[in-house]
């Protein structure tokens, strides 16, 4: 079991930045593959990224390619997501998630167990 915090979300300006940052208790971090998923008001939980256990992969989002990068730090347990160029539309509650199953990297909320509370981010135009 892991469980799961997320820090770093605030409000900023389109075409700024912010870092995300979900750190994740227990000593089996590198065991689980990690993603960000974010939720907007009305919306359904959607795919952001995701990471491979050693970091070697990433997989994005089409919407936010390019502009997003997730990586991992297995030592310090944490997982982050560097977001450039936001636009108002990024605006939602962002989730890390991790998935302690083998297989593929999986972009459906329903195929991670863990989830932290989430953190919000505001992008204004």
């Known amino acids: 079991q892991v469980q799961l915090v997320e820090s770093g979300g605030g409000l900023v300006q389109a075409e700024g930045s912010l870092r995300l940052s979900c750190a994740a208790s227990?000593?089996?971090?590198?065991?689980?593959?990690m993603a960000w998923f974010r939720q907007a008001p009305g919306k359904e939980r959607e795919f952001v990224a995701a990471?491979?256990?050693?970091?070697?992969?990433?997989y994005y989002a089409d919407s936010v390619k390019g502009r997003f990068t997730i990586s991992r730090d297995n030592a310090k347990n944490t997982v982050y997501l560097q977001m450039n160029s936001l636009k108002p539309e990024d605006t939602a509650v962002y989730f890390c998630?991790?998935?302690?199953?083998?297989?593929?990297?999986?972009?459906?909320?329903?195929?991670?167990?863990?989830w932290g509370q989430g953190t919000q981010v505001t992008v204004s135009s």
């Open positions: 227990g000593r089996t971090f590198s065991s689980y593959i």
């Open positions: 990471i491979t256990r050693s970091g070697g992969n990433t």
């Open positions: 998630a991790a998935d302690a199953a083998y297989g593929i990297v999986k972009r459906e909320a329903s195929g991670y167990m863990y």
